[in-house]
Nanobody, 124 residues
Framework: QVQLVESGGGLVQAGGSLRLSCAASGRTFSSYALGWFRQAPGKEREFVATITLSGRNTYYADSVKGRFTISRDNAKNTVYLQMNSLKVEDTAVYYC?????????????????WGQGTQVTVSS
């Protein structure tokens, strides 16, 4: 089992940057594939990015490709989401999630463990 705690959200102007962090408990962090999702008011939770066990492979939603970068530090039990060139439409609560096993998973139903979320607000 793993517990996840996000941080790093806040208010930023369009075009700005933020880096989200997600710290995980547990000794088997490297055995979990990780993902970032987001949910805006009145909308479904949507996939943002995912990273494989080793961190060598990543996959992004088209809406964030080229602007966001997911990475992980298995020694620190932490996954990051670097968000650049932020847009107003990126405003949402951002969640990190973990699932055992390898591969890419973009469906939030595939993830067993979730953080509490961190708010990102992008102003125009």
């Amino acid at each position: 089992q793993v517990q996840l705690v996000e941080s790093g959200g806040g208010l930023v102007q369009a075009g700005g940057s933020l880096r989200l962090s997600c710290a995980a408990s547990g000794r088997t962090f490297s055995s979990y594939a990780l993902g970032w999702f987001r949910q805006a008011p009145g909308k479904e939770r949507e996939f943002v990015a995912t990273i494989t066990l080793s961190g060598r492979n990543t996959y992004y939603a088209d809406s964030v490709k080229g602007r966001f970068t997911i990475s992980r530090d298995n020694a620190k039990n932490t996954v990051y989401l670097q968000m650049n060139s932020l847009k107003v439409e990126d405003t949402a609560v951002y969640y990190c999630a973990a699932r055992g096993g390898s591969g890419y998973h973009t469906d939030h139903n595939d993830y067993a463990y979730w953080g509490q979320g961190t708010q990102v607000t992008v102003s125009s």
